[in-house]
């Protein structure tokens, strides 16, 4: 299976989250690219991720930016030469402006993530990762930066 085709298209992303995230589903979660150097996730602003504030619910923030470095790794895992297991060990969240539209989370350490699957793959030892992910919102502001610490170990 090609993880970046299916996660494109529009039909097998729907899929893939009524299998695997349905959550992402409900939000309307999209991924909107995925290459060799970026990932990225976007989320809407409506009925569903609005908080009683009027801004895109903290929750559903995390979830796209998550879902931005994690489809990475799943990439990663699932073309590796052995069994890994992967695992969100921390994360750590910093808002910068209220979330008033569709924000586009981009994680561009694709390459990290790969090295990272491959060290375990080749030592047997754990490996640990810092990604971070950025949301940006239509008019082009930063509205909150996540950083994720992924953990991978062969098994």
Not at 32 to 37: A, E, I, Y
């Amino acid at each position: 299976m090609d993880l970046r085709k299916s996660l494109l298209n529009k039909f097998k992303i729907k899929l893939f989250f009524l299998q695997r995230m349905p959550m992402g589903f409900l939000a309307g979660m999209r991924v909107l690219k995925f290459t060799d150097h970026d990932c990225e996730v976007s989320v809407p602003y409506n009925t569903i991720t609005k908080n009683p504030f009027k801004s895109v619910y903290f929750a559903v923030q995390a979830m796209a930016a998550e879902l931005s470095t994690g489809v990475v790794a799943m990439e990663a895992v699932m073309k590796s030469s052995e069994k890994v297991s992967m695992l969100v060990f921390d994360m750590d969240a910093k808002f910068t402006k209220k979330a008033r539209s569709k924000i586009v989370f981009t994680c561009n350490q694709v390459e990290e993530i790969n090295n990272a699957v491959k060290e375990t793959v080749e030592t047997g030892e754990g490996v640990t990762i810092n990604v971070k992910s950025i949301g940006i919102d239509i008019d082009g502001d930063v509205v909150s930066e996540f950083n994720f610490t992924w953990t991978f170990k062969r098994k």
